[in-house]
């Protein structure tokens, strides 16, 4: 996780693009664009209204990402308090999806909404949004999760220990944990740990190589496309404005990479979605880390503070000190 | 060289600190700890996470404000004492990967994850090795931070 491999470069990006785009509908002007501006974060915007829930993104997704699911050797330590630390093994489970879990880190929500006298089939693939200042990733306190100058959050499945916090301060649960497997089983697998969290990681890798995340590449429909923010964002504008459609992910949490547009309200998608573990739902979202920006000033200013005091007290004290010398 | 009121205001800073800094591992939870009535805040990872950095810029104010004083005033009368200054260093090192993780949580900073892995790990163990070094001179007989320095005025 360095640098090196995390940046995109140009000439990656567009040797990728060339395969890539011979391929399939590929959005090439976003990528292309992504490529001459790699400083600034990658964006999906996603088009609900092009998704028919064919899966051929959540099948690509589970392909390509195979070899980085977790393989856990049974029987799992004993964890203790065995009351309260539960086990939680989805590789038995491997084929669910209709819901995230270590071995399904993209799944689609279908619902239907009655909106201005008209039905719509809504079809929303769901995974990590990756946020632009992620919890998980700030409040990770072993810094298994991070985020990437390209605006990918990942969780390093090396490190993690498998606590499940990002799960708690992610406001859309997405993280699933396996247990059995990772570094815990190294340290107190008894006392401490309880596994490894997993989520999509924005095909990283093949990012990195230059090419498109799997689920983009595989989707017949085009729904999805990637760029930077900035252009995503305009073009997200540009459609909404234009069909009177709705914008999620630009203001939750802070912003996140991730942009859907519905041409329904969000508000009536997240009533009628099934939500629960493993399936969030789509309800507005507050900055998480909003109040640890504003403290940040005052850890900003206290040192200074500190100092001035310092000085001042300092210099009554010297005053004091050869006042009572004088006056021997 | 401070009031009996500043030092007790150290201490309960450091408290919440250590109290603070461990509620961001998941282990009160799943200790029954939070369980305990009066205790539930310390499962909750935002709330904790707050007050961390509140007492944060308190013991912040307060480490600077010592030094200052310290390096202007006090260094004619006093010396640090050999576990003073292994506390001191250690408070420097907790102190600034701390601010190294307020910083790296500002949304317009964003450190590549490795870094991020080294300051958590760096906290969390100089932390710790503070915790160790406190305890260790507080079980040897309170041992203090200064000492009178040998043909030095008082």
């Known amino acids: 996780m360095t640098d090196k491999k995390n940046g995109i470069s140009r000439r990656n990006f567009l040797k990728g693009l060339g395969v890539a785009s011979g391929a399939m509908l590929l959005p090439a002007r976003e990528v292309a664009a992504a490529a001459g501006k790699s400083d600034e974060e990658l964006c999906t915007l996603l088009d609900l209204s092009k998704c028919i829930a064919c899966g051929e993104c959540v099948s690509a997704c589970r392909e390509v990402n195979e070899p980085k699911f977790p393989k856990p050797k049974k029987p799992y330590p004993e964890m203790y308090p065995t009351s309260r630390v539960k086990v939680e093994d989805w590789s038995d489970r491997q084929e669910v999806d209709d819901r995230l879990t ?47 100058k390209n605006g990918i959050v990942r969780i390093n499945d090396d490190v993690c220990l498998g606590g499940a916090k990002c799960r708690t301060v992610c406001p859309w649960h997405i993280p699933q944990r396996q247990t059995g497997v990772g570094l815990y089983l190294r340290l107190m697998p008894n006392l401490a740990g309880n596994g490894v969290m997993y989520k999509c990681d924005r095909c990283y890798n093949r990012i990195d190589e230059g090419k498109l995340p799997a689920c983009i590449e595989a989707c017949p429909e085009n729904v999805q496309t990637i760029g930077p923010r900035s ?90 000190a050869a006042g009572g010398k004088d006056n021997d | ?83 003073g200054l292994l506390r001191v260093v250690l408070y420097g090192a907790v102190i600034g990967t701390g601010a190294l993780r307020v910083i790296k949580n500002l949304h317009s900073v964003t450190f590549d994850p490795f870094t991020v892995m080294l300051i958590d790990w760096t906290h969390l163990g100089f932390a710790m090795l503070l915790g160790v070094a406190a305890m260790y001179a507080f079980f040897r007989g309170r041992k203090p931070y200064l000492e009178k320095g040998v043909g030095m005025r008082l």
């Open chain 1, 102 to 148: 270590p071995y399904n880190w993209l799944y689609i929500q279908s619902t239907e909404v009655e909106y201005q006298g008209e039905t719509h089939e809504v079809n929303i693939p769901r995974r990590c949004l990756h946020c632009r200042n992620a919890p998980c990733a700030n409040l990770c306190p072993w810094g298994a999760a991070g985020k990437q």
């Open chain 1, 231 to 320: 252009e995503i964002l305009k073009k997200a504008h540009e459609l909404a404005e234009k069909n009177n459609w709705f914008i999620y992910g630009e203001e939750e949490n802070g912003g996140t990479n991730t942009v859907y547009l519905s041409p329904v309200p969000f508000e009536l998608l997240n009533k009628a979605v099934e939500k629960g573990p493993g399936k969030p739902g789509l309800s507005p979202v507050e900055d998480s880390m909003a109040d640890e920006e504003k403290l940040a000033y005052a850890v900003g200013i206290a040192p200074f503070a500190g100092i001035a005091a310092g000085v001042i007290k300092a210099g009554k004290f010297l005053a004091s």
């Open chain 2, 1 to 83: 060289m401070t009031s009996p009121l500043f030092a007790r205001l150290f201490k309960w800073t450091i408290f919440i600190m250590a109290l603070t800094g461990a509620a961001q591992m998941p282990i009160f939870k799943r200790y029954y700890i939070a369980d305990i009535p009066g205790l539930g805040w310390l499962a909750d990872f935002y709330l904790t996470n707050k007050i961390h950095y509140i007492f944060g810029a308190v013991l912040m104010f307060m480490a600077l404000y010592l030094l200052i004083m310290f390096i202007l005033a006090g260094k004619k009368y006093f010396r640090l004492s050999s576990s």
